[in-house]
T-cell receptor
Framework: GNSVTQMEGPVTLSEEAFLTINCTYT??????LFWYVQYPGEGLQLLLK?????DKGSNKGFEATYRKETTSFHLEKGSVQVSDSAVYFC??????????FGGGTRVLVKP | EAGVVQSPRYKIIEKKQPVAFWCNPI?????LYWYLQNLGQGPELLIR????????DSQLPKDRFSAERLKGVDSTLKIQPAELGDSAVYLC??????????????FGPGTRLTVL
């Protein structure tokens, strides 16, 4: 079956540091890949997506590239802010429009 | 534009009691999803509706869980009777569905259920 594995947190960073959250997946066919973010007390929000190999999704300074050869979709941001503190979820969508999520990675950015 | 609305936001009940959660999706979204999110984990799909039809309920524990979306708009998820292990956050999401396969799902804030 389909599955998503992402690095466990928490990840603690200082403001303006570089952030990487690793995500790898297992899926049949050609899934679409997503990053969702969950801020404290709020619902999940779509951060970015990529629908085919070599696509790069980007939003709010975050980027992730769909790497079919390594089945990865790592999330990166060059300079984090305190407001980026949240839980980040990697997800894939294969046939049937069903999302399969990773376990989430908590990121804490300190001033 | 209003997002996905869920109520209540928090619910505390004793085991063996019934509980119901309500969701109103974004206007015009034909597809509605209910997810279960355990603490420290990612959401897991319980059921997906296309309009009023449940097209994927394979992960719904049908002995105690039920859901309905009678008019193809808002939806109710029910647990009867609740067990201690049902304590979790129940998320509702919606999407345009149909031809919009590349569109994202929009999530509500969730209902946090505590079973004592």
């Amino acid at each position: 079956g389909n599955s998503v594995t992402q690095m466990e947190g928490p990840v603690t960073l200082s403001e303006e540091a570089f952030l990487t959250i690793n995500c790898t997946y297992t899926a049949t066919g050609y899934p679409s890949l997503f990053w969702y973010v969950q801020y404290p007390g709020e619902g999940l929000q779509l951060l970015l997506k990529a629908t085919k190999a070599d696509d790069k999704g980007s939003n709010k300074g975050f980027e992730a590239t769909y790497r079919k050869e390594t089945t990865s979709f790592h999330l990166e941001k060059g300079s984090v802010q305190v407001s980026d503190s949240a839980v980040y979820f990697c997800a894939l969508r294969a046939a049937g429009n069903k999302l399969t999520f990773g376990g989430g990675t908590r990121v804490l950015v300190k001033p | 534009e209003a997002g996905v609305v869920q109520s209540p936001r928090y619910k505390i009940i004793e085991k063996k009691q019934p509980v119901a959660f309500w969701c109103n999706p974004i206007s015009g979204h034909n597809t509605l999803y209910w997810y279960l999110q355990n603490l420290g984990q990612g959401p897991e799909l319980l059921i997906r509706y296309e309009n009023e039809e449940a097209v994927d309920d394979s992960q719904l524990p049908k002995d105690r869980f039920s859901a309905e979306r009678l008019k193809g708009v808002d939806s109710t998820l029910k647990i009867q009777p609740a067990e201690l292990g049902d304590s979790a956050v129940y998320l509702c999401a919606s999407s345009l569905g149909g031809a919009d396969r590349e569109g994202g799902q929009f999530f509500g804030p969730g209902t946090r259920l505590t079973v004592l």
